[in-house]
C-alpha cells in the first residue's frame, strides 16, 4: 500500500533562518507531488508542484523553493523565513490517470516563524 | 484562479440531522472532489465526481454535480459526532492541470452528540 510521511511535524524558527521540510513517498512510481500551505483557519493554498524529477512548477511567488531530486521525494525549502512563511504545510501525491487522480495528503508540518 | 468556494463557513447540527456543504467556481472544470479535515490533521479524500456526472454517492455520502450553476453539493445523511471535521471542495480544471487542485476555504462541521 501506499504511504506518504513528511517531517519535522513541528517546527519553530526564528525569522532569517533557513527552512527544509521533507516529504517521501512509498508505494508508487512517478507520482505527482504537491505542497499546500494552510493559514490559521484558513483554506489550502497550492505552492508547488512537481510531475516528475527535477520538474518543479510554482504557482505563487514567494520566499520558499521546491526541489525533487528523487522520484518519490519532495522537499520544501527557504534560505531565510518570514514571519508570514508561518503556517501549516501539506504534502499530497497523485497518478493523474485518464483526466482525474484523488489527492493523498501527509499529516503535515506545522511552522512557527518567530 | 480556478478557486472552488464553500458554502456555509460554519454549520453546527444535531446527531441524527443531515448536514448539506455547497461549493461553487468559476469555470470549467475536469473533476471536483470533496475532502475532509480534521483538527490538525492532512486532508482525505472523500469523493470525486467527474464533469460529465450529476451525482454519486459512498455509504452516508451524496454529492451532486451541477455544471451549468457551475456548483457541487456535498450532504451528509444521518450525521454523527465523528462527522465533526472541516470539509473542502477541490477544483480540478481541465487542460494540462497536471491533477492539481485548488481549494476554498471549507466549511466547518460541528455535529453534537
Known amino acids: 500500500s501506499q504511504t506518504i510521511h513528511q517531517w519535522p511535524a513541528t517546527l519553530v524558527q526564528p525569522v532569517g533562518s533557513p527552512l527544509s521540510l521533507e516529504c517521501t513517498v512509498e508505494?508508487?512510481?512517478?507520482?505527482?507531488l504537491y505542497w499546500y500551505r494552510q493559514a490559521a483557519g484558513r483554506g489550502l493554498q497550492l505552492l508547488f508542484y512537481?510531475?516528475?524529477?527535477?520538474?518543479i512548477s510554482s504557482e505563487v511567488p514567494q520566499n520558499l523553493s521546491a526541489s525533487r531530486p528523487q522520484d518519490r521525494q519532495f522537499i520544501l525549502s527557504s534560505k531565510k523565513l518570514l514571519l508570514s512563511d508561518s503556517g501549516f504545510y501539506l504534502c499530497?501525491?497523485?497518478?493523474?490517470?485518464?483526466?482525474?487522480?484523488?489527492?493523498?495528503f501527509g499529516e503535515g508540518s506545522r511552522l512557527t516563524v518567530l | 484562479s480556478q478557486q472552488g468556494e464553500e458554502d456555509p463557513q460554519a454549520l453546527s447540527i444535531q446527531e441524527g440531522e443531515n448536514a448539506t456543504m455547497n461549493c461553487s467556481y468559476k469555470?470549467?472544470?475536469?473533476?471536483l472532489q470533496w475532502y475532509r479535515q480534521n483538527s490538525g490533521r492532512g486532508l482525505v479524500h472523500l469523493i470525486l465526481?467527474?464533469?460529465?456526472?450529476r451525482e454519486k454517492h459512498s455509504g452516508r455520502l451524496r454529492v451532486t454535480l451541477d455544471t451549468s450553476k457551475k456548483s457541487s453539493s456535498l450532504l451528509i445523511t444521518a450525521s454523527r459526532a465523528a462527522d465533526t471535521a472541516s470539509y473542502f471542495c477541490?477544483?480540478?480544471?481541465?487542460?494540462?492541470?497536471?491533477?492539481?487542485?485548488?481549494f476554498g476555504q471549507g466549511t466547518i462541521l460541528t455535529v453534537h452528540p
Open positions: 499530497a501525491w497523485s497518478v493523474f490517470w485518464q483526466g482525474a487522480g484523488e489527492l493523498f
Open positions: 508505494g508508487t512510481s512517478n507520482p505527482n
Open positions: 512537481s510531475v516528475g524529477i527535477g520538474q
Open positions: 469555470t470549467s472544470i475536469n473533476n
Open positions: 465526481i467527474r464533469s460529465n456526472e
Open positions: 477541490g477544483i480540478n480544471a481541465g487542460g494540462t492541470s497536471y491533477g492539481k487542485l485548488t
